[in-house]
C-alpha cells in the first residue's frame, strides 16, 4: 500500500496490475472505474482500419469505435447479450471496454450496493468475448439504418470534412460508413478484443467513489 497523487492510495496486486482508489463525498451511492493499459487504436493495422471508424452520436456527441459499440452490445464469457442483461435486470451497473487512441480502457460504474456484481464484470470482461452472432447481426441491422440519415446532417457533414482536413483524409480517422459495415467481420473483432484485454495485469485500475477500502478486497 503506498500513496498516489491526487489523494489516491495504490496497491499493486500479484498479477502486476495497479490499483489506485479514493473516496469521495461527491455522491452518496456512485462508484467510478476507469481502467488503462498502453496499446489502443494505433496498434491496429491498416488492413484493420474500418474497426476503428468513428461512429459520432448526434445526441450525445459520444465519439465511439465500431470495435466499441460491438463489444458493448454484445456479450461477453459464456454469457450472450440477452444473457448479460437478465443478469444484471434491476442493478445499477456496468462495465464497458474501449479503445482510446493510444490506450486500451474500461470504463465502468455502481452503486455502493452493486459493487461486488462490478468486480464480476471486470472478472468477465478480460475473459474475453461470447460468440453472440444474433447480436452481432442486429448492431449491423442498426447501423445500416442509422448511417444514411447521419450522412444527411448538416453537424456530421461539417465535422467530417474538418477531420479529414486535420488529418488529410487518414484512414484511421474516418466517420464509419456504409461501405465500412461491408468489411467488418464479427470473428476480426473479436479476435482483436481479446488480444488487447487478454490481462488485466497490464491495466492500471482507477477507483474513485463512496466505499470503503476493505469493500475493494472481495
Given at each position: 500500500?503506498g500513496k498516489a497523487p491526487f489523494g489516491y492510495t495504490q496497491w499493486q496486486l500479484g498479477n502486476g496490475a495497479n490499483v489506485y482508489f479514493k473516496k469521495t463525498d461527491f455522491s452518496d451511492d456512485e462508484i467510478d472505474l476507469q481502467a488503462v493499459s498502453k ?180
Amino acid at each position: 500500500v503506498g500513496k498516489a497523487p491526487f489523494g489516491y492510495t495504490q496497491w499493486q496486486l500479484g498479477n502486476g496490475a495497479n490499483v489506485y482508489f479514493k473516496k469521495t463525498d461527491f455522491s452518496d451511492d456512485e462508484i467510478d472505474l476507469q481502467a488503462v493499459s498502453k496499446g489502443g487504436a494505433n496498434m491496429l493495422s491498416d488492413d484493420k482500419a474500418p474497426l476503428v471508424s468513428i461512429f459520432m452520436n448526434p445526441q450525445s456527441g459520444q465519439r465511439l469505435y465500431l470495435l466499441d459499440i460491438v463489444a458493448s452490445e454484445t456479450g461477453i464469457a459464456n454469457l450472450t447479450g440477452t444473457q448479460l442483461k437478465k443478469k444484471l435486470a434491476g442493478k445499477k451497473v456496468g462495465v464497458d471496454i474501449s479503445l482510446a487512441e493510444h490506450a486500451d480502457m474500461l470504463q465502468g460504474s455502481s452503486t455502493v450496493k452493486d459493487l461486488r456484481t462490478m468486480f464480476e464484470l471486470i472478472n468477465l470482461r478480460f475473459q474475453g468475448p461470447s460468440n453472440d452472432p444474433d447480436a452481432y447481426q442486429n448492431i449491423m441491422n442498426q447501423l445500416e439504418m442509422v448511417l444514411p440519415q447521419l450522412d444527411a446532417m448538416h453537424a456530421i457533414v461539417q465535422a467530417d470534412s474538418m477531420q479529414n482536413s486535420l488529418y488529410s483524409h487518414n484512414p484511421r480517422k474516418q466517420s464509419l460508413k456504409l461501405a465500412d459495415l461491408e468489411q467488418a467481420n464479427y470473428e476480426r473483432i473479436r479476435q482483436i478484443y481479446r488480444e488487447r484485454f487478454q490481462s488485466a495485469g497490464d491495466f492500471d485500475f482507477y477507483f474513485t467513489g463512496n466505499f470503503d477500502e476493505d469493500s475493494l478486497r472481495c
